[in-house]
């Protein structure tokens, strides 16, 4: 079975922390994904890399950043976590073809003070 | 730009009903795949069902199946016999067969609620 693994289940930080969040995925997937999710707006992709050191911006990159060393690894980074940053963040990777499904990560669940 | 739209935000249904959410979407791509995908409370997000667009015949999993017609851009999920453990929030996506990454549009999700 695919297991995507988040780094933290809850993660608590404060204002202006900088923030990292891990995700490690052990199916040799191309493509791997860092979503939002917030009551009422479904899944919103932040970023997402097809390869190593390759990224692009999603639907709501403002804040953030992501890095990709490693093919299994994926590290989504705020850079100066604000209060509206608060969320449920979803890993998930797939392999590069439009209908292999994505697997996703169990979540983290990010509070900022 | 693609969207996927779930206008449903909660559901109920009793053991052993039958139930349908629904999903609408746009996108002016041709070749394309759609998705259910189910969140139970607290717990991972997994794969429910799969359907390529190319493809006529409508996609079944056990007591799940979906309705997709492709002119009018509905795809929605029938569940059958239902059970407690189908009690989760539901997502409706769509992804393109691009060249670099095959990216998901999500809609905004249906929390179904299954009762005794």
């Known amino acids: 079975d695919v297991k995507v693994t988040q780094s933290s289940r809850y993660l608590v930080k404060r204002t202006g922390e900088k923030v990292f969040l891990e995700c490690v995925q052990d199916m040799d997937h191309e493509n791997m994904f860092w979503y939002r999710q917030d009551p009422g707006l479904g899944l919103r992709l932040i970023y997402f890399s097809y390869d190593v050191k390759m990224k692009e911006k999603g639907d709501i990159p403002e804040g953030y950043s992501v890095s990709r060393e490693k093919k299994e690894r994926f590290s989504l980074i705020l850079e100066s976590a604000s209060t509206n940053q608060t969320s449920m963040y979803l890993c998930?990777?797939?392999?590069?073809?439009?209908?292999?499904?994505?697997?996703f990560g169990d979540g983290t669940r990010l509070s900022i003070l | 730009a693609q969207t996927v739209t779930q206008s449903q935000p909660e559901m109920s249904v009793q053991e052993a009903e039958t139930v349908t959410l629904s999903c609408t979407y746009d996108?002016?791509?041709?070749?394309?795949?759609l998705f259910w995908y189910k969140q139970p409370p607290s717990r991972q997000m997994i794969l429910v069902i799969r359907q390529e667009a190319y493809k006529q015949q409508n996609a079944t999993e056990n007591r799940f199946s979906v309705n997709f017609q492709k002119a009018a851009k509905s795809f929605s999920l029938k569940i059958s016999d239902s059970q407690l453990g189908d009690t989760a929030m539901y997502f409706c996506a769509l992804s393109l067969n691009t060249g670099t990454a095959s990216k998901l549009t999500f809609g905004t999700g249906t929390r179904l609620q299954v009762t005794l």
């Open positions: 996108t002016s791509e041709s070749n394309y795949y």
């Open positions: 998930a990777s797939s392999y590069r073809q439009g209908r292999k499904p994505q697997h």
